[in-house]
């Protein structure tokens, strides 16, 4: 079992529309939560981070997690076309050599205008 | 510098050569990650310093692979004898320190013919 994990789609909703993408992991003393969006071609950049449970909202993306379902989601409301990627899942695992951030294989987005 | 630095930004290499790909993390950051990432693929964890300690190198896929970062700052990753399966693109990582949200460079493209 990978310790992240994430439907790899592809995943279409229409321009305006909310998208929803899903990650489990399997660690449970996993500390904090991170969705990471990757252009084609281009290396990941940060979304948003999230440690405790709950919603956390930033502009048009909200992340929730849901530590005792080893559970963490991304939503985009008002669904761009610049939105399409591919959106990665990390979880941060606090082991004997440190701290270890694990990706999951990622959710191809497309937005349709 | 303002963001991490990676080079070379393409590789071309023939199989059974030997590669060096280097890999300058924002300034202050103690923290430092190298990934694998196959097309269509997650990053693969692939080894971790803290400072120029390396504390995880599980992910290192053979004796072939073999990263260093002897100032706490700089790090090489250097692929020996490199084989069709080492392609892929090589992503190095950064954190201000342990747990932190880690950023990343553009990556270094390997391909080996």
């Known amino acids: 079992q990978k310790e992240v994990e994430q439907n790899s789609g592809p995943l279409s909703v229409p321009e305006g529309a909310i998208a929803s993408l899903n990650c489990t992991y399997s660690d449970r003393g996993s500390q904090s939560f991170f969705w990471y969006r990757q252009y084609s071609g281009k290396s990941p950049e940060l979304i948003m981070s999230i440690y405790s449970n709950g919603d956390k909202e930033d502009g048009r993306f909200t992340a929730q997690l849901n530590k005792a379902s080893q559970y963490v989601s991304l939503l985009i409301r008002d669904s761009q076309p610049s939105d399409s990627a591919t959106y990665l899942c990390a979880v941060n695992q606090v082991a004997n050599t440190g701290n270890q951030f694990y990706f999951g294989t990622g959710t191809s987005l497309t937005v349709i205008p | 510098g303002a963001g991490v630095s990676q080079s070379p930004r393409y590789k071309v290499a023939k199989r059974g050569q030997d590669v060096a790909l280097r890999c300058d993390p924002i300034?202050?950051?103690?923290?430092l990650f190298w990934y694998q990432q196959a097309l269509g693929q997650g990053p693969e964890f692939l080894t971790y310093f803290q400072n120029e300690a390396q504390l995880d190198k599980s992910g290192l896929p053979s004796d072939r692979f073999f990263a260093e970062r002897p100032e706490g700052s700089v790090s090489t990753l250097k692929i020996q004898r490199t084989q069709q399966e080492d392609s892929a693109v090589y992503l190095c990582?950064?954190?201000?320190?342990?747990?932190?949200?880690?950023?990343f460079g553009e990556g270094s493209w390997l391909t080996v013919v």
């Open positions: 300034s202050g950051h103690v923290s």
């Open positions: 990582a950064s954190s201000f320190s342990s747990g932190n949200t880690i950023y």
